[in-house]
């Protein structure tokens, strides 16, 4: 959750902060960035979203130039955003394939444009060797292991492993968001990219959010479960939902938001396999004011995620300090580190760790949430990531070709 989207909730001011520690180093040689593969700035949607927002807010404040590509929509769009340029590409209604095309569309607008292009995602990693011929330094993230993920039919999978073995051929730097998955990736390829292990950050929610937003859901504050995910297996919602029932009465219900609107084969599964239980399916919600005081007032937060690397949305738990019923695997554990975790493997785990949250006493309860926080502010607060990019791109080569590009020029002067 970008900083500055939140409204009114009180939220650690930590621009000020990153960007008077970017200050305080020695001078260096600002460099120009693209980044791409998002949706576009400011934040509306993920993590991809959030990350490019903070990023090039922060990194513009340290004096780099900053160019951002969105998507195209209906109406022409900003040409800045926080001292950021935004360029607009197509993204046809394509389902999966439309991010490639919009990637790569930017990837050849910006080859020879940038020091460094930092590409969202590897859908479209095969393109990236169009900007690394013109010079440019290529920073690929690759969001967790893509063709792992149930949802993709056999081709698609067999794509995302061809661009995963591009990612590492093509980039100079794979930059990973979680160690765990940089110890898979050097376990399938023994040569390739440099890999940098940088997190997603979050933000620090330090007081009360208004009741008013979990009472409009029908929800009463410390007396719900959430989940905030897509409805996709790998994010093992059927386990808590049969966990849930296999806890018996409760008398707190598990409220998920995730869109039930397309009925795929898993989506109709769950729906069946919440009758009869006191499971509420709320929909989406990508109001971050709403999604803040929805995870700040439940009684804890159930995350199943098994295939990505750091989650935004485990982070964002932290962040506001939620007790955590998790499923136990590797990128998890590294997140969570020393926090006091329930976890589930089984609906019988599950079912477990749901009556063990329920009876938390008064002070464990607040144990758990100040550990939650504190583990938010120590390793993945925005300053500690936004100055891990600071380093690595004061480290990363000027490319000579780039200093009197008239695009250069011009957003020099625009803005010196």
Known sequence: MPAGLLGGLPIEAQTPKAVAAFKSDPPARKRSI???????????????????????RRLVAAGHRVIVSCEEGPEPGPDTYAGAELRYYPAPPLGSASTIIHDSLALWDLRKEVDIIYLLGYGAAFAATLPRMAGAEIWINPDGVEWARAKWPPLAKAWFRAMEYMTMRVAHRVVSDAEALADHLRSRHTTGAEITTIAYGTDIVLRAPCTAIANSFGLKADQYFLIVCRLEPENHILEAIEGYKAAGTLGMPLAILGSTEIKTAYVKKLLEAAEGADVRFLGTEYNPEKLAALRYHARAYVHGHSVGGTNPSLL?????????????????REVLGEVPVQWFSTQEDAAEGYKALVKTDELEVRTRRDAARNRARNTYSWDLIADSYEQLLNAAPLVASRLRSPRREAAQVAHP
């Open 34 to 56: 693209a980044i791409v593969g998002s949706r576009g700035i400011p934040a509306r949607y993920g993590g991809f979203e959030t990350a490019a927002d903070v990023l090039a």
């Open 316 to 332: 964002e738990a932290l962040g506001v300090g939620n007790m955590m019923l998790a499923h136990d695997n590797p990128f998890n």
